[in-house]
């Protein structure tokens, strides 16, 4: 039976909040460790701490921080808003471990207040999560799109706008546009970085420093190698406001990833009586009764982890928004959802890398069909007989059912000027051709 490492905070916390049995995240627990293990061995540098004891708690820290202990850790993420509970969790397991002489809030604790800790684990969490799993995610999902679009340069298409035919495209200038958008996404992430990077650390209970050596804060992220100075220690504590910017910036990128994987699926849609100008990769049978039957399976389970991340940044925004005066009390839900938000951006953005796109094949015979297909090709006469004509013709070769060369002949285009509008590679390169 594992030793139990806690004291009565948590004991109590435990039964207090038996809200949904699932626990902080793991990576805020590892980040607490962490700080607290800087935060000895800056308050033994302080001379506030003796040394031997110090560096006790430290190597208990440093421990926590690995997830040698995550088991001891068995808080409700749905607590106490200011995640005061896990932070007396933690200090209760560090003192435990560091041994004889250590006590909770006395030494583990010194400098500290549970208002400007956790929130800076759950800061640094969010930032080394997006900036280790997300950014690299993000970069190779848009190094499959960037490859496809290249590779599919040259192959011409139906363009479509408000799902109509419109004027011929490359499926290579789509792959390069949903290259943009991950890119574009990547970016915006990034950005928002250097605002959750400043944490409220050395504000303690309301900002005001109190109980805290003036040079805790910065020797404490000076141990962590990361974190910066708050603009200003009432903004840093009062307001989640870095966290909600880093979550609007996911949902971005979850209607980003909508958008590309809805493409996917209809361009992958048939094979014969769908769009049908794309081959998705085979991963699995698509029926348990319909035989030979293939589903856009990936594409399926990035529209699904979108609709969570949206989801979840209504949480955020609802939690950023509630804060009141010296302190925001909805940390421990601002946390679950946004880590879990980067979790699965991370996961999906790469599944749909690896399994889907750097997989895709064109439909040549679907492409030129819809590319020879759509009426909306007709604009490139314009410039020679005009809006008027070139619509009559339209109209004509849509209740004919001819096609727009045969129509404009037989309503007196000449060959050689059909020759001139209607090369479908041209019409694709818009003004570079």
């Not at 490492?5 to 805020?28: C, H, I, Q, Y």
């Not at 290259?179 to 959750?196: E, F, I, M």
């Not at 982890?305 to 509630?322: E, M, P, S």
Request: hydrophobic share 45%.
């Amino acid at each position: 039976m594992t030793e139990t490492l806690w004291g009565g905070e948590t004991a109590k916390a435990v039964d207090n909040f038996p809200v949904s049995g699932e626990r902080v995240p793991a990576s805020v627990i590892h980040w607490l460790g962490r700080i607290k293990a800087a935060g000895a061995r800056a308050n033994a540098e302080l001379d506030l701490l003796d040394a031997g004891l110090a560096e006790r708690i430290a190597a208990a820290g440093d421990a926590v921080a690995a997830g040698d202990h995550d088991d001891q850790f068995p808080i409700d993420v749905f607590q106490t808003g200011s995640g005061t509970s896990s932070n007396m969790n933690a200090n209760e397991v560090i003192a435990a471990l560091a041994g004889e002489g250590a006590h909770p809030n006395d030494h583990v604790n010194l400098g500290q207040s549970s208002n400007d800790v956790f929130p800076s684990a759950v800061h640094l969490a969010a930032h080394d999560e997006a900036t280790r799993a997300l950014l690299p995610a993000l970069e190779r999902l848009e190094q499959a799109f960037a490859a496809k679009a290249e590779a599919f340069a040259d192959i011409v298409k139906a363009g479509r706008t408000h799902l109509m035919d419109a004027v011929p495209v490359t499926l290579g200038q789509e792959f390069g546009g949903y290259a943009a958008q991950v890119r574009l996404g990547g970016h915006r992430v990034r950005d928002a970085l250097p605002r959750v990077a400043q944490i409220p650390l050395g504000g303690t209970a309301t900002g005001t420093r109190l109980n805290t050596h003036p040079d805790f804060a910065e020797r404490v992220r000076g141990l962590l190698g990361v974190g910066a100075p708050p603009e200003d220690p009432f903004e840093a504590q009062a307001n989640r406001d870095a966290l909600v910017e880093l979550s609007g910036a996911l949902k971005v990128v979850a209607v980003s990833l909508t958008k590309i994987a809805g493409d996917l699926a209809l361009m992958g849609s048939g094979p014969r009586a769908g769009i049908g100008e794309l081959y998705l990769p085979e991963l699995q049978k698509g029926s348990s009764i319909m035989p030979g039957k293939v589903n856009p399976v990936i594409p399926e389970v990035v529209l699904q982890v979108a609709a969570q991340v949206i989801g979840n940044d209504t949480a955020i925004t609802v939690g950023g928004l509630q804060g009141q005066f010296e302190l925001n009390v909805r940390i421990p839900l601002i946390a679950r959802n946004l880590l879990g938000s980067i979790a699965l951006l991370a996961s999906a953005s790469t599944l749909l890398a690896e399994k889907c796109v750097e997989g895709i094949e064109p439909n040549l015979e679907g492409c030129e069909r819809s590319a020879e297909g759509t009426l909306a090709v007709a604009t490139a006469l314009n410039p020679y007989i005009g809006y008027d004509k070139a619509s009559e013709i339209v109209k004509a070769a849509s209740a004919s059912g001819g096609t727009l060369r045969e129509t404009a002949r037989e309503q007196g285009v000449d060959d050689e000027t059909l020759d001139k509008a209607l090369d479908l590679r041209k019409i694709a390169a818009g003004s570079k051709g």
